[in-house]
């Protein structure tokens, strides 16, 4: 068996020229604020392709761009200004934040309304409620890509290897939404292999370089890979051994190509969801 190869850029690009053709129907550009603060040079490369992605879709996009020595007081005073300001639709505090600021409670000054990354503890408590709300960026991508694979999720087993509150979590919750059997596996997990071979869909975010063996994989099973590790070479890989995986799954993502690109057009895809509802105009 060879895996069919899930193209998140793709699907990405797809999914951002659906929302540039509503945002030219509206009567106003939805508006993002990424507020960035000090020097961490992923963050740099992520905060610009956002930025860049956003533009070109149309909305009112800009960054925030706040020194390493910000307070934690000062960094909350402008979210606050953010939150009362009419034209921002969306938030995104960049994280990592630096040591002296904690990052949750920058996270819980986010307007709930504009929280766009979905991480604030009402979001989060909405979605494990099964209410609407605001989704966090990564996992709403991986339920696109787990669309276009075509697998059926009603009753199928699924397993979320990884527990964090910004891709374990919510993505577990999103697959419950959705009628999966759901299997949350971590770092305390007794016989990790056994229980991934139990999935039909398999969504690996451990951050742990191609630790998802081929011999893992149950034939067929849909291989989400969410996992972005760098090699000393500067190569990225993913959690799962992906020419293993593709002789086993059925379906599976390449990193990079798959949920990373998905991650931003989601991102879009909140923003325009809270600037709808801010309005309250349908989504
Ligand atoms: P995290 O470190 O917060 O959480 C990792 C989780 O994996 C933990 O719950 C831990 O229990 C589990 N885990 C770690 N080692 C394990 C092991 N040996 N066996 C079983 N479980 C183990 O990481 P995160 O923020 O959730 O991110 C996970 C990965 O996804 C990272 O590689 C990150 O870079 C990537 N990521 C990608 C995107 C994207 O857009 N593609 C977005 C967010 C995160």
Redesign the pocket.
Known sequence: MTAHILDGKALGARLRAGLAARITGLSFKPGLRVVRVGEDPASGVYVRNKDRAAIEAGFDSATVHLPEATSEATLLAEIARLNTDPTVDGILVQLPLPAHIRAEAAIAAVDPSKDVDGFHPLNAGRLAAGQPGLVPC?PR?VMHLLAESGVALQGARALV????Q???RPMAQLLLGADCTVTI?????RD?PAECRRAEILIA????TE?VRGDWISPGAVVID????RLADGKLVG?VAFQEAVGHAGAITPVPGG??PM?IACLLENTLDAALARRGMAG
């Open positions: 990564t991508g290897l990884g527990r964090s910004i891709v374990g596996a971590h770092s305390r997990t990790l975010a451990a951050g742990r630790m969410v996992g972005i590790n959690d949920v990373g991650t």
